[in-house]
């Protein structure tokens, strides 16, 4: 039975947790956040450069009262730090930022093409180094993964990419799984899109959960790492409330039919 300490084996040996807290946007409320998340049992914690609040992350984990081993910390190398060639600034800027002597995962957040060598190269060697327990990837489409592994001499571990009802990524995932690249869903709620949609509503009643509860469950139980993202202790606690329930195949095949390829960044048009 899966619990929200549960952890899947990433290509290096590394375990990972499989259900975190999303950061993006939490702004002045992330050390609130991130403590609660910790608190009621979450153990992944899922920032970024250009989210702002790496600081305001590695002081809630300090203060959390749980040991940093037992914390996993994932962030990322914005794009203009790809284009500029500042891959090990930008790195050991983020370092600085959270606190940290290492992290966990650190991910490239946007493929940037003519940059994906130089940076994935320098991601490598920093993870040699042992300042990185894994290195992965972040919106990287099946193409971009295919010219990363022309020269990677490490394979990524994991791929964050955007995934909800609306944008089920099936190819993408299948994709990662046959590369033995860990599935991993940013915004995996859709921005609340979806929480009106009879479908879902119907699955939600028939387990007693919300639609939340039933997006992230299909999340868990297909293998996709998942990182929903609230503010509230309230919501956080309820997210994570998925490991009690399962959803049938038939249920699982009517998710899936939901699929629209909605997506909200498209990851061969990074011009920011």
């Known amino acids: 039975m899966q619990t929200l300490q549960s952890t899947v084996q990433l290509n290096n040996g590394i375990e990972m947790p499989i259900f975190g807290l999303g950061v993006y946007k939490s702004e002045r409320d992330t050390v609130p956040a991130v403590q609660a998340a910790i608190k009621n049992g979450y153990r992944l914690i899922d920032t970024a450069a ?3 609040n790496e600081k305001e992350v590695g002081d809630a984990v300090r203060n959390s009262g749980v040991s940093r081993e037992e914390i996993f910390v994932t962030t990322k190398i914005w794009n203009d730090s790809q284009r500029q060639g500042r891959q090990r600034e930008a790195f050991e800027s983020s370092l600085k930022e959270l606190g940290m002597e ?4 650190y991910l490239v957040h946007w493929p940037v093409p003519e940059k994906i060598h130089e940076t994935w190269k320098e991601m490598e060697k920093m993870y040699e180094e042992g300042l990185i327990r894994a290195i992965g990837v972040s919106n990287f489409l099946e193409h971009h993964l295919e010219e990363l592994s022309v020269k990677a001499n490490i394979a990524p571990a994991v791929d964050q990419f955007e995934c909800n009802p609306y944008l089920i990524r099936k190819g993408l995932r299948e994709y990662c799984n046959r590369q033995n690249i860990v599935p991993e869903a940013w915004s995996p709620l859709g921005r609340g899109a979806c929480f009106e949609e009879p479908v879902l509503l119907e699955i939600a009643k028939n387990h007693g959960k919300s639609v939340a509860q039933v997006v992230l469950r299909y999340d868990v139980q297909s293998g996709i790492v998942t990182i929903p993202k609230s503010v509230k ?7 994570a409330q998925v490991f009690d ?3 049938s195949s038939e249920e699982i095949r009517a998710i899936e039919k939901l699929n629209r390829d909605e997506m909200h960044g498209d990851p061969d048009y990074v011009d920011f």
């Open 245 to 247: 329930f399962e959803l």
């Open 233 to 239: 202790e309230e919501r956080i606690v309820q997210n």
């Open 102 to 105: 290492y992290v966990d995962l």
């Open 50 to 52: 250009f989210y702002g």
